[in-house]
């Protein structure tokens, strides 16, 4: 059986970037290192770098979602990057969605245990929830998909004028080329790559938004959220 490697102390940049919530990210940071680690919802060689490969990295995406704004972290897994983000961001209404039990399950327990009151953890793929979920105006993701597929499921959560930020990494610029013809035919307007987190981690963070208009999803999805969300309603009225 392997050992289990040990969590490092919080570098200082985790104290300014958490403020606060300093306390808070250093349970988050353990409960990843130890039920994160036993439960399989990250690889044990990821715990020596927890807090400037996933905290931090995660945590500096606030530096371009708007104030006041819904977010929906689409395949959230361990909480990344929607955890952090809360925890910087209480300004936020956050939606963790994440299909499998075992992942809300701890999604649940962190939320609740860290108090994060405008964080809501459902349990669902993008695809089912589109028209049951109010729509939002960021959709956020990290390590999910290839840009291409990722946008299919997370454009159609969007309000109109919403944007998707994708954490990625080197390959950033080469899947935003690639997707470019399914990006258009979902309604964006467009794309940018940006980099965040300068002087917090190195390297800065890789971000692409991708910027909609009024039909997010392209015309094919707005059918099919316009249909889900007359079920909805004929579901309430039962």
Aim: hydrophobic share 45%; with cysteine.
């Amino acid at each position: 059986m392997t050992e289990a490697a040990e969590l490092p102390p919080a570098p200082e940049q985790a104290r300014e970037v958490f403020g606060d919530r300093f306390a808070d990210a250093v349970r988050y940071a353990e409960l990843l290192a130890e039920a994160g680690v036993q439960r399989g919802l990250i690889g044990p060689r990821e715990v020596p770098r927890l807090w400037e490969r996933h905290l931090l990295n995660c945590a500096v995406l606030s530096e371009v979602v708007p104030e006041g704004v819904t977010v929906c972290d689409v395949g959230s897994g361990a909480g990344l990057p929607g955890i952090p983000l809360a925890l910087v961001r209480e300004d936020l209404k956050i939606t963790l969605l994440e299909p499998l039990l075992r992942r809300t399950n701890f999604l649940t327990e962190v939320v609740e245990l860290l108090g994060l009151d405008h964080v809501t953890v459902v349990r669902g793929r993008a695809e089912e929830v589109m028209g049951k979920l109010p729509p939002v105006h960021v959709v956020t993701a990290r390590a999910v998909a290839p840009l291409d597929r990722l946008a299919t499921w997370g454009i159609p959560l969007l309000r109109p004028y919403g944007e998707m930020l994708a954490l990625k990494g080197d390959t950033a610029e080469e899947e935003l080329k690639s997707a470019a013809t399914a990006l258009s035919k979902l309604g964006a307007v467009g794309t940018s790559i940006l980099h965040v987190g300068e002087g917090v981690v190195d390297p800065p963070s890789t971000v692409v938004r991708v910027e909609v208009g009024e039909s997010p999803g392209g015309v094919r999805f707005a059918a099919k959220r316009a249909k889900a969300a007359r079920t909805g309603r004929a579901r309430r009225r039962r």
